[in-house]
């Protein structure tokens, strides 16, 4: 069954620092998305991407995050310039298949998370 | 904003006995979707519902969705071990494809 796969599992990080994870959503899908997960807190929405543009993003998406599809495979999530509260579970997700509609109703698929720490 | 709540936050059984969490958001929902998360684990999609009134059941599961689309259950009967996890609910909107989700219950189920 194909899947969402990550990239690092886990990325420690000096406060202040760029930090890119790196996400392969399923091959067909046409929307992917970004959520992060505080520890011991639910899943929070940050960004959807459509079409090589962002198409939702939420409050916590500000100037420092960042998305990108450098091609047909990859979809990165960027972090310019860590804070401490940056550090949480950061989780890719993928949905609505290539050549049918998009529907509210699409599955999102997500993958196994990149756990980033600040220090 | 929107907002997701669900209660209990944590519940213990023993094994055998029924769990049940429920999905309260603000907002009336286009469809809603229920996942699990195992400690350690990012969430597995469990199921969708998008009718009004919806129940659909998987084995020992029961989830049901709300006349008023904006709340919503899952029953387990018969706990077993295995069923260990956080159980979240997330919302949609009509018009949005992001998840709002829930707070989630945290399910221990001792042997």
């Known amino acids: 069954e194909p899947e969402v796969t990550q990239t690092p599992s886990h990325q420690v990080t000096q406060m202040g620092q760029e930090v890119i994870l790196r996400c392969v959503p399923i091959?067909?899908?046409?929307?992917f998305y970004w959520y992060r997960q505080i520890l011991g807190q639910k899943v929070e929405f940050l960004v959807s991407?459509?079409?090589?543009?962002?198409?939702?993003k939420s409050e916590i998406f500000d100037d420092q995050f960042s998305v990108e599809r450098p091609d047909g495979s990859n979809f990165t999530l960027k972090i310019r310039s860590t804070k401490l509260e940056d550090s949480a579970m950061y989780f890719c997700?993928?949905?609505?298949?290539?050549?049918?509609?998009?529907?509210?109703?699409?599955?999102?698929?997500f993958g196994p998370g990149t756990r980033l720490t600040v220090l | 904003g929107q907002q997701v709540m669900q209660i209990p936050q944590y519940q213990h059984v023993q094994e055998g006995e029924d769990f049940t969490t429920y999905c309260n958001s603000s907002t009336t929902l286009s469809n809603i979707q229920w996942y699990k998360q195992r400690p350690g684990g990012h969430p597995v999609f469990l199921i969708q519902l998008v009718k009004s009134g919806e129940v659909k059941k998987q084995k020992r599961l029961t989830f049901q969705f709300g006349e008023a689309k904006k709340n919503s259950s899952l029953h387990i009967t018969a706990t077993q071990t295995t069923d260990v996890g956080t159980y979240f609910c997330?919302?949609?909107?009509?018009?949005?494809?992001?998840?709002?989700f829930g707070t989630g219950t945290r399910l221990l189920v001792s042997p």
């Open positions: 997700a993928s949905s609505g298949l290539a050549g049918g509609p998009i529907l509210s109703t699409d599955t999102q698929y």
């Open positions: 997330a919302g949609r909107r009509l018009g949005f494809q992001k998840l709002v």
């Open positions: 991407f459509y079409n090589n543009e962002i198409s939702e």
């Open positions: 091959s067909n899908h046409l929307y």
